[in-house]
């Protein structure tokens, strides 16, 4: 079975729509403080702007791991 793992991390806009922005296989030792400073600065810096939107508050951020098995199909 082959895991992988995403960071999420979650911004409102301006008009309070929920949107996440997500990194391919963090690294393992990242920390609460260094997640919290990087979702700050995008926020700061107003470095996205989904759909035209300003991002306007941190809601969440989350390790998530998936694991996916490949089965040979022989059809």
Known sequence: MEITKKLLM???TVS????????DEPRENLTEQEI???????L????????GED???LV????????TTEYDLVL
Request: no cysteine.
């Open 10 to 12: 979650s911004f409102k």
């Open 16 to 23: 309070g729509k929920k949107v996440s922005i997500s990194v």
């Open 36 to 42: 919290k400073t990087a979702m700050t600065t995008i």
């Open 44 to 51: 700061s810096k107003n470095i996205f702007k989904p759909g």
């Open 55 to 57: 991002l306007a508050s």
């Open 60 to 67: 969440e951020a989350k390790v998530v791991e998936t694991g």
